[in-house]
């Protein structure tokens, strides 16, 4: 059972939408987006922390290193998701929960709907298995909002191509995350917001990085609201 929300001070914004999460398969734009929507929201004055996944807390920018390290092709996905999940408990623990507990609006780039798309719907593991494990590591913590930047897979891959080589991850520069494969991330994706439109919004990521922040930042300030 999700454990509840601290209740926000009177008068503070945002009671109905707090823990806001950025979605989409790589090459969406999402890390941009997610630190241009945080900084959106501070500039309208709500009280925001900013964090990500993998990372967010010493323990999580360690395991980040190793999930992400292009030259690491031999670990499966349940290994993955293990490690993923368990980087999670602590960013929940560590920085989410007292976030939220003290008021603040939570913008969070990647969440356990990263795994749920990458190792459950890219990957084949079983999704309700997967749903158990997030649903234990994170005490049952779920987003208010998840906002996914949906691109074509092409798009989004020829787009981290043109980046730099270095900042390219296991998950981009795999033999075994094929096209295929990231043609299934995204669908998990569509899936899952038309499965929960209450929560989920899909935003078209294909457009400036200006349009598509203003896209980002309409969709969360009506949610807001």
Not at 51 to 68: N, S, W
Not at 82 to 96: C, E, G, K, P, T
Request: charged share 25%; with cysteine; net charge negative.
């Amino acid at each position: 059972m999700e454990k509840p929300h601290a209740p926000l001070p009177t008068g503070s914004p945002g009671r109905g939408c707090r823990f806001i999460v950025l979605e989409g398969p790589d090459g969406a734009g999402k890390s941009e987006q997610a630190v241009r929507l945080a900084e959106r929201l501070r500039q309208r004055g709500y009280p925001v922390t900013f964090t990500r996944e993998p990372g967010g807390t010493p323990l999580g920018e360690q395991v980040r290193a190793i999930l992400l390290d292009p030259a690491d092709t031999r670990r499966g996905p349940i290994a993955d998701a293990l490690l993923f999940n368990a980087a999670r408990s602590q960013h929940v623990l560590d920085v989410i929960r007292p976030a939220l507990g003290r008021g603040d609006i939570v913008v969070c780039d990647r969440y356990a709907t990263s795994t749920m798309a990458y190792q459950g719907y890219g990957s084949g593991i079983d999704r309700e298995m997967l749903a158990a494990i997030a649903a234990f590591a994170t005490g049952g913590l779920v987003p208010d909002l998840v906002v996914v930047l949906d691109v074509p897979v092409e798009v989004g891959l020829a787009r981290r191509d043109a980046g730099r080589a270095e900042e390219l991850t296991r998950f981009e520069d795999s033999d075994r995350h094929d096209l295929a494969f990231h043609q299934r991330v995204r669908a998990g994706y569509l899936e899952m917001a038309a499965a929960d439109p209450r929560r989920w919004v899909i935003v078209d990521g294909s457009g400036t990085p200006g349009e598509v922040a203003e896209a980002v930042g309409r969709a969360v300030e009506a949610a807001l609201a």
